[in-house]
Nanobody
Framework: VQLQASGGGLVQAGGSLRLSCIASGRTFSNYRMGWFRQAPGKEREIVTAISRSGGYTLYADSVKGRFTISRDNAKNTVYLQMNSLKPEDTAVYYC???????????????????WGQGTLVTVSS
């Protein structure tokens, strides 16, 4: 599966952005999805994950209550709605996919085999 992330940009602290990740090449609904981010000088970290159906979601503590992951299997797209953005949310955001049969989400980064190219989110203070 090929993944194309978009929607990044420059936003002031407290603002919102919505990222999109469009998948192509395989049956999107066979993949659970995750959003990761990598800030300058830091390791990549997982932000949130969603199951194949969208019925299960998981969040890192740092974004819980501010970010929402969702998916539209008819559009082969996973979204990341980011509200109340903080300067520490500044990073390159990546979407990733993991082919599974079970309808479960995972925050384990090593499970993800397919990656998008990343989209930069910059939050100014």
């Amino acid at each position: 599966v090929q993944l194309q992330a978009s929607g990044g940009g420059l936003v002031q602290a407290g603002g919102s952005l919505r990222l999109s990740c469009i998948a192509s090449g395989r049956t999107f609904s066979n993949y659970r999805m995750g959003w990761f981010r990598q800030a300058p000088g830091k390791e990549r970290e997982i932000v949130t994950a969603i199951s194949r159906s969208g019925g299960y979601t998981l969040y890192a503590d740092s974004v819980k209550g501010r970010f929402t992951i969702s998916r539209d299997n008819a559009k082969n797209t996973v979204y990341l709605q980011m509200n109340s953005l903080k300067p520490e949310d500044t990073a390159v955001y990546y979407c990733a996919a993991d082919w599974v049969t079970a309808d479960r989400a995972t925050m384990t980064s090593t499970h993800y085999d397919y990656w998008g190219q990343g989209t930069l989110v910059t939050v100014s203070s």
